[in-house]
């Protein structure tokens, strides 16, 4: 069933936007509502309170699905709780967004498009912001996508609304208001969840991309610590396309989509993964 659901999930948010489904707006004020009650919480107990009901909520109405119609009910409720865990926003339609403003229109608006889609800076000249936009897909790639997939592959739909309800509520999260009292604990348990998939997801660009200057970069970086993990990514996702971190980038756009077609490539590998792993058990 893990397969299944992952496949069709996939299938869906790569050729489909339905991220205009996906409403994440209820979290914030349940956010504020657990805080107003319980103002005494240190941060990290507070936070462990405001993420356990989504989370187990989900642990128990999977348990009471469980042998309904065949298991039909089951496949569908993971299946819809994995793409709503999904990245507030669809990865490639902000990708291919992006690739549009920064190919035809000024600076400050692509740099405007980049800031709302992927939390980048507006500093900077253009080859800046293609720089950081092709960092940013491959990061925003993990978070909004593999992450959820790697977790739920480990722990069910609640380990994709745990990893999604720590996400929404870290000061990574661009797409929507954060707490003070939530985010800097919430950011630190982000970074935790991240270090193991933020690896598996770089080493599969060297089985997707140029493997020799993928893994090369891998060495140096991989030990680092949980803070390391996004350079981590954006440096192993350019190493993929076989180039670094200084060579400049073209203006049109080309090195972009390369990057899609090579995320394409990943996930396509994650499935096979998958599979292997549902076959096993």
């Known amino acids: 069933m893990t397969f299944i659901v992952t496949l069709i999930a996939l299938l869906i948010e790569r050729f489909f936007d339905w991220s205009h489904l996906r409403h994440w707006g209820w979290y914030v004020k349940y956010q504020r509502a657990m805080v107003a009650r319980c103002p005494k919480l240190t941060s990290y107990l507070l936070l462990a ?14 348990y009471l699905l469980q042998g309904w119609f065949y298991g039909l009910a089951s496949l569908v409720f993971q299946l819809v709780i994995l793409l709503y865990c999904f990245g507030t926003q669809n990865l490639w339609a902000d990708a291919f967004a992006c690739i549009t ?8 608006v692509a740099a405007e498009k980049l800031k709302a889609t992927f939390g980048l800076s507006e500093g900077g000249n253009v080859q800046k912001l293609h720089t950081d936009f092709l960092g940013g897909i491959f990061i925003q790639a993990h978070n909004r996508v593999f992450a959820v997939v790697f ?6 739909p609640a380990g994709a609304m745990l990893y999604r309800a720590i996400a929404a509520a870290s000061v990574s999260n661009t797409a929507q208001e954060v707490l003070p009292e939530l985010a800097p604990p919430a950011h630190t348990v982000e970074e935790i969840l991240n270090w193991l998939p933020a690896r598996l997801f770089t080493l599969l660009f060297a089985l997707a991309g140029h493997f ?13 610590g949980l803070a390391g993990n996004e350079t981590l990514i954006a440096s192993c996702g350019i190493a993929a396309l076989g ?8 203006a049109d756009g080309s090195v972009e989509r390369n990057a899609v077609n090579l995320l394409d490539r990943v996930f ?5 993964l998958v599979l292997i792993l549902t076959l096993v058990e």
């Open 268 to 272: 396509v590998i994650v499935l096979v």
């Open 212 to 224: 020799s200057q993928v893994f090369s970069c891998w060495r140096k970086a991989a030990p680092a």
């Open 101 to 108: 403003s920064l190919t035809q229109d000024g600076p400050g």
């Open 151 to 156: 977790w739920y592959a480990i722990l069910g």
């Open 243 to 250: 180039r670094d971190d200084q060579e400049k980038i073209a």
């Open 49 to 62: 309170v405001v993420v356990a009901p989504p989370v187990l909520g989900v642990l128990l109405v999977q």
